[in-house]
Nanobody, 125 residues
Framework: QVQLVESGGGLVQAGGSLRLSCAAS????????MGWFRQAQGKEREFVAG????????YYKDSVKGRFTISRDNAKKSVYLEMNSLKSEDTAVYYC??????????????????WGQGTQVTVSS
């Protein structure tokens, strides 16, 4: 079983930056495909960014392209989300996700069998 623990959330002004981190434990190797989802209050959970097992392929929700960057360090069993030029609409609970079965590109949440507890990101305007 894999446990994912996020850190790095907080309160930031619009236009500011935050870096989310997610560390995996409980398994020798990192989960394969990994990514980030978010859920704003009163809204459905949505895909934000994903990265393949080797880290050579990244993909994003359209509204965060050019502002967010996902990366991973398999030696540290960690994935990161660098968020720049933050907007009030980025306010949400952000969840780190991983799949112990799949290695490719996936935006559906049912592909991921590992979920972190979530970290709150609040962007004030």
């Amino acid at each position: 079983q894999v446990q994912l623990v996020e850190s790095g959330g907080g309160l930031v002004q619009a236009g500011g930056s935050l870096r989310l981190s997610c560390a995996a434990s409980g398994r020798t190797a990192s989960p394969y495909a990994m990514g980030w989802f978010r859920q704003a209050q009163g809204k459905e959970r949505e895909f934000v960014a994903g990265i393949t097992r080797t880290g050579d392929n990244t993909y994003y929700k359209d509204s965060v392209k050019g502002r967010f960057t996902i990366s991973r360090d398999n030696a540290k069993k960690s994935v990161y989300l660098e968020m720049n030029s933050l907007k009030s609409e980025d306010t949400a609970v952000y969840y780190c996700v991983g799949s112990t079965y799949h290695t490719g590109r996936y935006v559906r949440d049912d592909v991921y069998d590992c979920w972190g507890q979530g970290t709150q990101v609040t962007v004030s305007s």
